[in-house]
């Protein structure tokens, strides 16, 4: 005899409450193995941004899931969950996400249609690491109670390999970036338009920046922006590169080589 369906309503509040019903039961215990999620792991330098994917991909499933409830932790206090951001197949995708903090966990809804989810990055738990984090820390992030449905609302099993986040020495942040969080904030950007009006700057070590407007002292090392050329001036075309560092998610950017600067705009891939 076939025992009746048992239903499961999850709900989420954080940007409104969103409502999911799941069923368990028959389903559940016939449903092949084969969903994998993976948390990525990152290395990253203290005070940055650290982006961790979490991937999804399947093979040789009855049904194809729809609908993901993902439960992440992790235990250390060095960083601190600054948002969740959709993956580029997510975007395009018709489906929706929504997520709740809880602390040192966070909970993420996928949902939306009927189609199946795409088999690529999902999402992006974006962390910020302390400025005061020592270099060779490292945290696990981890699933602990996820799940997965198709578009009938049938549970499939799945299973998730953890991932970490990693402090390393990391490269210089960029000399517009002054509280070196590897994101440029409005403030710094107002800090160059103002190197850029005036037409000129010096070194001071005693400035947020370690650089001042007008004519001075040249025996520092320049200005990360004063690169084409290197002339102690700030140039429109060296200040919209750093609007264009602000205008990115979070206003990330991150080391690349052969680029104009060495740096490029979004983290690192």
Wanted: aromatic share 6%.
């Amino acid at each position: 005899m076939v025992k009746a369906r048992r239903a499961i309503t999850i709900c989420l509040g954080a940007m409104g409450v969103v409502c999911l019903c799941l069923t368990a039961g028959p389903t559940m215990a016939a449903a092949k193995s084969g969903v994998m999620l993976r948390f990525g792991s990152v290395s990253t330098a203290s005070g940055a941004v650290a982006s961790v994917p979490v991937t999804a991909s399947w093979a040789g499933l009855a049904g194809e899931p729809s609908t993901l409830v993902l439960h992440a932790a992790w235990d250390a206090d060095w960083i601190t969950l600054s948002g969740v951001s959709p993956g580029p197949a997510l975007s395009g995708s018709g489906k929706q996400f929504d997520f709740e903090p809880h602390g040192k966990s966070v909970v993420i809804l996928v949902y939306g249609g009927q189609s199946a989810l795409p088999q690529a990055e999902l999402v992006h738990l974006n962390f910020q690491v302390s400025p005061s984090a020592k270099v060779g820390a490292s945290t696990v992030v981890r699933d602990t109670a996820t799940t997965a449905s198709d578009a009938a609302g049938n549970a499939i099993s799945l299973s998730v390999a953890d991932g970490a986040v990693t402090v390393t020495q990391g490269p210089k942040p960029h000399s517009a970036d002054y509280n070196q969080d590897w994101s440029i904030s409005l403030s710094e950007v107002l800090r160059m338009v103002q190197l850029h009006n005036v037409g000129s700057f010096h070194c001071d070590a005693s400035t947020e920046d370690g650089y001042a407007a007008g004519p001075g002292d040249q025996s520092c090392t320049p200005h990360d922006s004063d690169y084409i050329p290197s002339d102690w001036a700030i140039s429109l075309s060296e200040l919209m590169r750093i609007i264009q560092f602000y205008n990115a998610p979070n206003g990330s950017y991150h080391l690349q080589s052969g680029t104009e600067d060495g740096y490029a705009p979004g983290v690192a891939p």
